[in-house]
């Protein structure tokens, strides 16, 4: 069975929020700063390690 990439990771997000119940002001911190990394030019360094 394949999943989307998408699909997954909102699952695993949506549980871990309810159940580690971190600040959501950290939630959107780490969102927005992957968001930002992922389009600069650290995004290479962060593919390989995240490889």
Known sequence: ???PLWLALIV???LGVKLIRP???LVAVLLLG???IADSFLAPAV???VK
Do not use: F
């Open 34 to 36: 992957g968001y930002l």
């Open 47 to 49: 593919a390989t390690v």
């Open 1 to 3: 069975m394949d999943i």
């Open 12 to 14: 695993i997000g949506a």
């Open 23 to 25: 600040p959501w002001w």
